[in-house]
């Protein structure tokens, strides 16, 4: 194909059919998680009505199930360029996280040093800042709230070698949209022998990752953000893995991925997973014309087209946010925050609304079909130090690869009509 048919793409999620009074609905709520497309919903169906089992048994749907799982870890692979041994699976990020911050905590001494940023969601903040109950020292990376990038001049300074034990960062925030130089972070945590931690949650709708490339020791994201079930995953380096020692059953078995991967899990969770990667995969194999240029060289099969598909996406929607940004600046009492334009970033738009709080905006949006985010997105210590806390934080847009300019075109109308409202 020469273009992005994002027609095609709309015909793929039923959600997408309903209407508010009579408006279609627009879902610009990506950032909090991306609506579903037909071929997953099956697959999870599809689980659950013929495959429905636990692991390990002798029988069909014992065998279907540890067949499910295996493809699961094997996709998970493709998305994030690694082998499907260094790919586990748990309830969500946050908790995946809060696993990880106690398997690295125990190899801590009181006085060692744990670095996250200012910028963060607090699912990557929070796990590291309760290890400081073990008298571990915690180190925040700030940001410059005029441009919602970090002080990079401040990482480098503090992650000290001898010191510093954990450098966690987000990959993209999900607030603004700002994307991180997270091989820069690695780097700097490498050369400190020190482990990184990269969030991905954000950031694993709007690019290709390749966690050999980022030369991070663990990276997490969550499924829902990219078209599949609440189901979380961890990339966790083989050579990381048998550093540390996780928290699990005198039975399990301490091979990865499954050293990681505690209680019975969701399969019908991790075959939507799947087929939510071949979505992506689908979409790569449709646009590959588009981006054939970006490709890396020596890609192929599912990884080839998982990556991409998610640079078809990124070449379609960058624009749209462009233009949008653009459209929202001119509206009297429109401000947008996030990096500079040319910066790296998302497809995330984040504004306030003179006049409005955040919430209030937001329903009056969504009364019209609309659907925004407002709040601090649990990325709490960013909003607080822009002082928008006590104006109900932030109104979030997010694109995905079905939003379309006619729905953005709703979505400015509809702004510059609170904005008059307001004077």
């Known amino acids: ?67 499910t799982i295996a493809e699961a870890h094997s996709a998970g692979a493709d998305l994030l360029g690694c082998e499907p041994a260094e790919v586990s699976f748990g309830a969500n990020m946050t908790t995946l ?8 905590g125990r190899r801590l001494k009181p006085g060692d040093e744990v670095v996250i940023t200012a910028l963060d969601h607090e699912a990557n903040r929070s796990p590291w800042l309760r290890l400081a109950e073990r008298g571990v020292v915690v180190r925040e990376v700030p940001v410059d709230l005029a441009t919602c990038t970090l002080d990079w001049t401040a990482f480098d300074t503090l992650v000290q070698p001898g010191h510093t034990k954990v450098v966690a960062v987000g990959y993209a925030s999900n607030a603004v949209g700002t994307v991180n130089d997270v091989a820069r972070a690695a780097a700097l945590a490498r050369a400190a022998g020190a482990w990184s931690v990269v969030d991905a949650v954000h950031y694993a709708l709007h690019g290709p990752i ?4 980022l030369g991070c020791d663990f990276l997490l994201c969550s499924a829902y953000k990219f078209f599949g079930p609440h189901v979380g995953l961890m990339y966790a380096r083989r050579e990381a893995t048998a550093q540390v020692e996780p928290l699990r059953l005198a039975t399990q078995t301490a091979e990865p ?28 194999d449709r646009n590959v014309a588009l981006v054939e240029d970006r490709l890396p060289a020596g890609l192929k099969g599912r990884r080839r087209a998982v990556v ?29 925050y996030g990096p500079p334009e040319g910066s790296p970033r998302t497809s995330t738009v984040s504004f306030t609304l003179e006049g409005f709080l955040a919430g209030e905006a937001a329903r009056a949006l969504g009364d019209r ?33 079905y939003t379309t300019q006619g729905e953005l075109e709703r979505l400015v109308t509809a702004v510059g009509d609170l904005s008059r409202s307001a004077r």
């Open 1 to 67: 194909m020469t273009h992005y048919d994002v027609a095609y793409v709309r015909s793929q999620f039923p959600a997408l059919k309903r209407t508010i009074d009579g408006r279609p609905a627009a879902y610009l709520d990506g950032p909090g998680g991306t609506q579903t497309p037909r071929r997953v919903l099956d697959a999870v169906r599809e689980y659950l009505a013929d495959h429905n089992a636990n692991l390990g048994g002798r029988f069909a749907t014992s065998e279907e199930t540890d067949a």
């Open 369 to 401: 079909g609309l659907f925004v985010w407002d709040g601090d997105f649990y990325a709490a210590s960013l909003v607080r130090l822009l002082g928008l806390a006590e104006r109900g934080g932030l109104i979030r847009v997010g694109l995905a690869p």
């Open 97 to 104: 996280t809060y696993f990880l911050a106690e398997a690295l």
């Open 210 to 213: 390749d966690v050999r490339a």
């Open 257 to 284: 991925p499954y050293i990681w991967e505690t209680g019975t899990l969701n399969f019908e969770g991790m075959a939507g997973t799947t087929a939510a990667i071949d979505f992506i995969a689908d979409l790569g």
């Open 308 to 336: 991409a598909g998610m640079l078809a996406g990124e070449v379609y929607e960058q624009p749209l946010a462009t233009w949008l940004r653009e459209q929202l600046a001119g509206i009297p009492g429109v401000k947008i």
